[in-house]
């Protein structure tokens, strides 16, 4: 997933990266669905499709992410991101999530070291303060998705991903000064219209009552 993306991200902006990297939450309620017996409600389905309609919008038919291996790039890169949700689900059943933190990142680190040494160079000063960053970051990012689809179904958590396209957005905007287009303006409020509503459904469900 990392490999991928990190190919995806050196050709295309950001927002496209993550517009195609939206198919993700429908990948994860049909792993759910298949993998997990998971049952997702009507309003789920259509928050996830609504979703997808915004990012068809947002991305345009024809656009390069489609037809450029950086675009095919990212969308591998949600297909194994749905599976590690969904395995992350199915582990937690039997392993801590300490166990599962370790053992992901002990993979992550060995992985892409024995991918990174034919083209290895050496990291320069300047640069280690944002290996360090990206460390932390990405550590606490892992931890908190691990807990989320610890403690929550897939199916529901997934819809929490269209909220990233808020934060592609303004970080295009903020560090690179690239405004949004009125299609990817129209096609995130669509995603975002459609993610508050499963939420809303989501908070307006009956808790279950534990009894002593």
């Known amino acids: ?58 991305l345009r038919p024809g656009a390069d992410g489609f037809s450029n291996w950086a675009g095919v790039a990212i969308l591998g890169a949600a297909l194994c991101y749905a599976g590690l949700a969904v395995l992350t689900r199915l582990g937690s059943r039997t392993d801590s999530k300490e166990s599962l933190m370790f053992w992901m990142a002990l993979m992550m680190a060995a992985v892409p070291s024995l991918l990174a040494l034919p083209d290895w160079a050496p990291v320069r000063s300047e640069h280690l303060w944002l290996l360090i960053a990206l460390a932390v970051v990405g550590f606490l990012a892992q931890l908190a998705i691990t807990e989320a689809f610890r403690y929550g179904q897939a199916s529901v958590v997934a819809p929490f991903e269209y909220t990233a396209l808020a934060w592609g957005l303004g970080v295009d905007w903020f560090v690179w000064n690239v405004s949004p287009g009125i299609h990817t303006l129209l096609g995130g409020t669509i995603i975002l219209a459609f993610g508050i509503n499963v939420l809303r459904h989501e908070m307006s469900r009956p808790k279950p009552v534990c009894l002593k």
């Open 1 to 58: 997933m990392l490999v991928l993306l990190t190919l995806g991200y050196r050709e295309l902006p950001l927002a496209n990266a993550y517009t195609l990297y939206f198919i993700a939450p429908l990948l994860i309620t049909l792993l759910a669905w298949r993998v997990l017996g998971e049952k997702v409600s009507h309003v789920q389905w259509k928050g996830i499709l609504g979703g997808l309609v915004g990012v068809v919008i947002a």
